[in-house]
């Protein structure tokens, strides 16, 4: 049985996106992305606020006559401040998914699948972290993850086809 559950994790799900949504993996996975985006911008904020300072920086205790470029900072500045808003609003959506994402994952009925989904997806744990918190070897756990893959996809069919990558 181990055999065939393995054989449609690797052949059926990828193929089955190609006619459909997402799949419950791919779904998953992206609050993970989400939280990457994040990450990206906010070190997109810190590279033009570098560039800022590089330029001659807001320092107020010099006040020596220069002929620094004022558009240019200004231009910085508001570039900083859109992709701050920028971080704060794809935080709100990051927040507002997890919870929709560990709603749905709560809603399963193996403790098991809620548990392992949770962990991974939510927050984040290697399969090793999780093996030992839930007192499984990785091998069992990677069985049970494929189950609880199987039963979110079984439980969420129509979100998933309905959404897209």
């Known amino acids: 049985m181990i055999f065939y559950l393995l054989q449609y994790l690797l052949h059926v799900l ?3 996106k190609e006619c459909e949504g997402l799949t419950a993996k791919e779904y998953l996975q992206s609050v993970k992305i989400k939280d990457a985006e994040i990450d990206n911008l906010q070190s997109d904020k810190e590279a033009l606020r570098d560039m800022m300072f590089s330029l001659g920086g807001n320092s107020d205790s010099e006040r020596v006559q220069s ?7 200004g231009s910085l500045y508001s570039r900083i401040d859109a992709k701050e808003r920028e971080i704060i609003e794809k935080i709100d959506e990051l927040i507002d998914f997890k919870l929709k994402v560990s ?3 709560n809603k399963l009925t193996d403790d098991r699948f ?3 989904l949770h962990k991974r997806y939510i927050q984040y744990q290697s399969w090793e972290y999780i093996a030992i918190d839930m007192n499984y070897n990785v091998g069992y756990l990677y069985q049970v993850h494929g189950q609880a893959l199987l039963a979110f996809e079984a439980a ?4 998933l086809k309905a959404v897209s990558a």
């Open 14 to 16: 990828p193929k089955r």
């Open 67 to 73: 002929s620094r470029d004022n558009d240019k900072f």
């Open 103 to 105: 709603a749905e994952i």
């Open 114 to 116: 809620i548990k392992v």
């Open 156 to 159: 969420f069919d129509d979100m």
